[in-house]
């Protein structure tokens, strides 16, 4: 329902397109193919003598399935991959004279987000059908908020770029124009061998929030960026688990170009957007072949495209003739949601019946933009590794449970963690959940570490042990491999006379002045001590020894 | 004349003289406190009969509801009516049950309970007294005659009976819920000709019967209507039994669960005789636009109507001389005019009970919206759907509104304040009463008959020390076509549903789902509905809909604040005709279209719905065509147990006579016997 939003769209609030997406470093982005990657930024490098530079707007609506045990307006459970139609109430296969009545859950969930995204949540709002025929839309309409939102005029903040090139001003922010409750739709199956099409009702019913976000964004890394802290909140919630691959959360873009300083182009919307990289490619490409379009003296349609994963293109869905009226009505079997706060609410109010927008504000737990100041605070780690953290479904839990458990220090911890640990589990394809390493064994791993009983490679070779043979601890894997550094002073005398008995050239070397023969020494040092030695007190002993 | 015994072998009735007299059908003055005086206008008649004792009142419509008993009650408790010189007025008065003699036996044997609710009519209450055992009544009864005493016996004593009546004979075992039952079956049987149900669950009704008995064997009755057979508008869902709507397009749809009103009345169990018929999805007010064929009024077979007819009417043409019931609830105003049940349920969206209500001499109650539940009912348009009690009487209206009244969590437009219990007061004095009479009803249509019946029960609450009041409701004119855009807008919507996929009528054509939604709703829906729908979609584009949506919403809290003020100005309860005349035969009325038909029959009562008020229809005499009017009382929203008691004093007051069915509908079955009423599947 974004459509008329962007005409109203402030003026002056167009990004060029040049400067946005090179300065920054994805904090999500996984290398691409590299054909539609950065096309956006392509269209501003070489602009044409004397021609005009491009400007695109970007509105987001994403649709965001509430996590609740039931649906918007039925009792029917909610769950993911359950068999066909097995979830499927009389009220969710519009049997007539069934009545919808609202489930209490989705809407403390919709005023939970509501408040995380700023918003100024209405103290009433209101129910519509919007109508359409379509198969897997029982009823015929869609009950949903368009008069009177739930929620309204809040804000999103997201970070473009961290690391060294992180500053504040990488910060922006998307206004989010309103949120509401409606009702998802049934699945369709097309089975085109046999020109039939299933039909599927689980998900008919099941609650949504529309999220309307105005057209604030400029490119697809600022989309995705935008819609990736979306997610983050969602979860932080527990309003929706956000996941794009199971459908819990959909996104579809408004896209136009225009000459900044004109007004806006028309737009195209873009559809079928299942990742958030798709996502950020199919508006980047979108933008292209809008300016590729307008400067081959074409026109853009006011369109439905549906982004194409293979190709890494948009093609245009065939639209239904015309263009659709919805023929919007008030839903009569709703009354007005009222919602109240601490000083409204009635007396003697039962509290099942009312939904108390101060208890929940307070009940809020914290932000993904607290927790990553607070990170940085509390372990001194950096901003972008407290973004790091947060991305990753479950990282966060497991840092903070090494942490319990390590001396180590944080930044050690989270290197580890950052590198290592997320290495093996996206080589693997893993999640945090499903590690076979636990952060009680990684902090014991990185105590051992820390307190010199073993040097970093044997840490590493540990930790491959430990993701290999589960069940065993690390001091036991030390143990049994011996990978103890060698800590005794006479010892390790011994060994490094050793070596330099048997190299006598390059003691010469050394004592002729060539100090970097040293290094060699130190490695076949520690090559002697099959590296259990810790490297500076091998070059200690060395340097003592040579002179 | 009526003083002529009943007769069953009876060739006809001679022609009623003094046909002229017709609009005076009130009840004579009574010395009762509470009898009505009518000294300006009607013939006074000082009563040859015993006066009514103060302690006891009349039953007023609790009495028999059969055509037998009063004739016989007249007959024999009357005889010396005078018969010569017998006018309209005491014609119908002679038909009255509530103000005979008899009861001055009965003092002090069955007094009204204290809260009011019980007042068992006095012939009835002897009869019971009498002969506690219907088997052992005897064939030499005290009225002097066996054949009445038989017929007593039969069906139509028991079926005429009030609810706490019948649920009295019940509970005294001077009937058992499956005899009550199979009478009740076979008068559906007997009165098949009426078209009055669409589906008759007989095997359902009869195990349901069943259970109630062995209820009553083991002294656990679930409640008052327990075993007492009831019908159902076929637009309430009812599981496991087919709910059509009179559409194709829900043809063959058996619903898996029971509308919660229906619910409610199985778990006080009553039995569930079968479904109504209607206009098809409840559009229309006269019962005549549904797949299953126009419902008959009962009335056109009344000999009070038969006998008012000009003599050139001869038997040839009676046939097509039938009446309309009204509608949409036609099919179950029918059914309980016909004794065929003892509460029906309807639907009020416009009128649709009060109408019906009206043109066939019932109480026809609409409630409050939010009142009670329409989970499970079938929309015409959600914001003013009130299920609707048909009864014969206001205190069996009373007690159904009892039962279905309260929050439901499936409606979420239920009221969730505490209701009921609808036990209603007797009310003994009027004088706190203001009565308001909107000037605005006063239209051109209005029958002059209906229209003089109406300033006499104007005038007889203010003879009765009610104030009454001219009022105001300036935005009535409008009612009609803001109306129409709002009903069509919802009609639109909730017919959305019906595209063939997943229930009802689904059309052969498999091109494309677009092409088979096209072809199921054309084959599925009939104009009247098809209409609906499109100017219901026009008026909700988007280009549209604040000329003809908003505008008319608007419109809505307009005609609703018209309300508000006249009550908030002190009155209580307004008084307004029900329809413009009494029911007009089925050729005059199929010589208009549905949409005006429509426009008509809903005049006085649809801002009511857009209103949320509760309204009620008390018939309150007979026509010089002698078929019943009715006249509306309107109340504050919530204030219905209010409007109910002042309903009970006025139907108290008037006196409305009893429809008078038995020998003429024996005479017309056997002309209806070889038509062939497939609609009527007896199951």
Redesign the interface.
């Known amino acids: 329902m974004a459509a008329p939003m962007l005409q109203w769209a402030r003026a002056g609030r167009c990004w060029l397109l040049g400067p946005c997406p090179r300065r920054m470093i994805l904090l999500f982005a996984e290398p691409g193919p590299g054909r539609v990657r950065g096309q956006s930024s392509a269209a501003a490098q070489e602009p044409r003598p004397g021609a005009q530079e491009w400007a695109a707007v970007v509105g987001l609506e994403i649709h965001v399935q509430i996590s609740s045990n039931s649906k918007l307006f039925s009792g029917s459970q909610v769950t993911f991959l359950a068999p066909p139609n097995s979830l499927v109430s009389?009220f969710d296969?519009?049997?007539?004279?069934?009545?919808?009545?609202?489930n209490r859950r989705c809407v403390e969930a919709a005023v939970m987000t509501g408040l995380a995204l700023n918003c100024t949540v209405n103290k009433k709002s209101l129910f519509d059908?919007k109508?359409y025929?379509y198969?897997d839309l029982?009823?015929?309409?869609q009950i949903t908020q368009q008069r009177r939102p739930i929620a309204i005029n809040g804000s999103l903040t997201y970070s473009l770029g961290v690391g060294a090139l992180w500053s504040p001003s990488a910060t922006k922010t998307v206004r989010i124009k309103q949120i509401q409750l409606e009702q998802d739709s049934g699945k369709s199956l097309h089975d085109d061998m046999r020109s039939q099409?299933l039909?599927d009702l689980n998900r008919a019913g099941v609650g949504l929030m529309e999220v309307v976000m105005e057209p604030d964004m400029s490119c697809g890394d600022e989309a995705a960026t935008a819609v990736k802290e979306l997610q983050l909140i969602l979860r932080a919630l527990g309003t929706s688990q956000a996941n794009m691959a199971e459908g819990q959360l959909r996104v579809d873009a408004n896209v136009s170009v225009h000459h900044p300083g004109e007004p806006l182009g028309v737009r195209t919307e873009v559809k079928n957007l299942n990742s958030i990289r798709f996502l950020a490619k199919a508006i980047d490409y979108e933008i292209q072949r809008q300016i590729k379009e307008l400067e081959n003296g074409g026109k853009i349609l006011n369109e439905t495209r549906a982004f194409d994963e293979k190709l890494g293109c948009t093609v245009s869905m065939r639209d239904k003739e015309g263009k659709q009226?919805y023929?919007?009505?008030p839903e009569?079997?709703?009354?007005p949601l009222i919602l109240y706060d601490t000083e409204s609410l009635p007396m003697g109010a039962d509290p099942q019946?009312v939904v108390n927008i101060d208890r929940i504000r307070e009940s809020l737990p914290e932000l993904p933009s607290v927790t990553r100041e607070r990170l940085v605070e509390q372990y001194g780690i950096l901003p972008e590794h407290s973004f790091a953290l947060l991305n990753e479904d479950g990282l966060l839990e497991f840092f903070q449970n090494v942490m319990k458990e390590t001396r180590a220090e944080p930044k050690k911890v989270i290197g580890w963690i950052l590198s290592t640990f997320l290495g093996y589990l996206k080589q693997r394809n893993l999640a945090v959940s499903e590690s076979p390493v636990s952060p009680s064994s990684l902090a014991e791993l990185l105590s051992l570490l820390d307190d010199k009983v073993i040097s970093q490679p044997a840490a590493q070779q540990v930790f491959e042990e430990l993701w290999q043979n589960q069940g065993k601890s690390p001091g036991q894997i030390v143990q049994e491999k011996k990978l103890e550094l060698l800590h005794q002073q006479e010892e390790l005398e011994e060994i490094c006379q050793a070596v330099l008995d048997q190299h006598p050239q390059e003691v010469m070397a050394v004592k002729k002045g060539n100090h970097k023969v040293v290094n060699k020494l130190i490695g076949l040092a520690r090559r002697a001590t099959l590296g259990r030695a810790d490297p500076v007190k091998i070059k200690q002993i060395l340097e003592k020894q040579l002179q | 004349m009526q003083s002529l015994c009943f007769n069953p072998a009876a060739p006809g009735f001679p022609p009623l003289q003094n046909q002229n007299n017709i609009n005076l059908t009130l009840k004579s003055p009574r010395p009762a406190p509470f009898a009505p005086q009518y000294p300006r206008r009607m013939p006074t008649r000082r009563p040859h009969r015993t006066p009514v004792q103060a302690g006891v009142r009349a039953g007023g419509r609790d009495g028999p509801e059969n055509s037998i008993l009063p004739n016989l009650h007249e007959a024999l408790l009357n005889p010396k009516h005078d018969q010569g010189s017998s006018t309209a007025a005491n014609r119908v008065r002679g038909s009255l049950p509530g103000d005979q003699p008899g009861r001055a036996t009965l003092r002090g044997k069955r007094r009204p309970i204290q809260d009011g609710c019980a007042h068992v009519t006095p012939w009835q209450v002897a009869i019971l007294d009498l002969f506690p055992l219907r088997s052992s009544f005897p064939l030499s009864s005290p009225w002097g005659n066996e054949g009445r005493a038989a017929e007593l016996r039969g069906n139509c004593t028991m079926l005429g009976l009030s609810l706490r009546e019948v649920s009295a004979a019940l509970k005294q075992g001077q009937i058992s819920p499956v005899e009550l039952c199979r009478k009740c079956l076979s008068r559906i049987r007997e009165t098949r000709f009426l078209n009055a149900y669409i589906t008759v669950s007989e095997d359902k009704a009869l195990k349901q019967a069943e259970e109630s008995e062995k209820r009553y064997e083991k002294g656990r009755a679930l409640g008052i209507l327990d075993g007492i057979p009831i019908a159902i508008k076929d637009n309430f869902s009812t599981a496991g039994i087919e709910t059509t709507c009179a559409s194709h397009m829900l043809k063959g749809y058996i619903p898996p669960y029971n509308a919660t009103v229906v619910q409610k009345l199985l778990d006080q169990g009553a039995v569930l005789l079968g479904k109504t018929n209607l206009d098809e999805f409840a559009m229309g007010s006269g019962s005549t636009d549904g797949i299953f064929g126009p419902v008959r009024n009962p009335w056109s077979y009344s000999r009070q109507y038969r006998e008012k007819r000009k003599p050139n009417h001869h038997r040839v043409d009676e046939d097509s001389n039938w009446l309309i019931t009204g509608g949409s609830s036609g099919g179950s105003a029918a059914a309980v005019s016909a004794f065929t049940c003892f509460a029906a349920l309807g639907s009020d969206t416009g009128g649709s009970t009060r109408n019906p209500a009206a043109l066939c001499g019932l109480v026809g109650l609409k409630p409050t919206y939010g009142l009670v539940s329409r989970y499970g009912l079938i929309p015409l348009v959600n914001s003013m759907d009130v299920p609707g009690i048909l009864t014969r009487c206001v205190d069996d209206a009373a007690i159904v509104l009892g039962i279905l009244a309260g929050h439901d969590v499936k409606d979420s437009t239920t009221t969730q304040d505490p209701v009921g219990p609808f036990i209603l007061p007797i009310l003994r004095d009027v004088s706190k009463l203001c009565i308001g009479i909107p000037k605005e009803y006063h239209t051109p249509g209005l029958s002059s008959e209906t229209q003089a019946l109406w300033s006499k029960a104007a005038d007889l609450f203010e003879s009765k020390g009610a104030k009454v009041v001219e009022v105001s409701l300036p935005h009535t004119s409008y009612s009609i076509v803001c109306y129409h855009v709002l009903c069509t807008a919802e009609v639109a919507s909730n017919m959305a549903r019906f595209d063939g996929l997943e229930y009802g009528h689904r059309c052969n054509v498999n091109v494309s789902t677009e092409a088979m939604y096209a072809a199921t709703r054309r084959e599925g829906f009939n104009d009247v509905v098809r209409g609906r729908i499109l100017s219901g979609n026009f008026f909700l584009l988007k280009e549209n809909y604040d000329d003809y949506f908003v505008k008319a919403q608007k419109v809505r809290r307009l005609i609703a604040n018209d309300f508000v003020k006249v009550f908030n100005s002190g009155v209580d309860i307004l008084l307004t005709p029900t329809t413009l005349s009494d029911a007009v035969p089925y050729v005059e009325f199929i010589k208009e279209d549905n949409r005006t038909r429509s426009a008509q029959g809903d005049i006085f009562t649809q801002s009511v719905n857009m209103a949320g008020l509760p309204a009620i229809n008390v018939p309150m005499a007979l026509s010089s065509q002698g078929l019943p009017v009715g006249l509306q009382l309107i109340g504050r929203a919530f204030s219905d147990q209010q409007l109910l008691t002042v309903a009970r004093w006025f139907e108290e007051q008037v006196q409305f006579p009893v429809i008078q069915l038995q020998e003429l509908m024996d005479n017309c079955q056997s002309i209806f016997q070889h038509e062939k009423l497939t609609s009527v599947s007896l199951k």
Do not use: C, E, K
């Open positions: 009389f296969a519009s049997l007539p004279g069934t009545l919808p009545v609202l059908r109508h025929f198969a029982p009823a015929g309409y099409t039909i009226d023929r919007f009505m009569p079997n709703l009354p019946q």
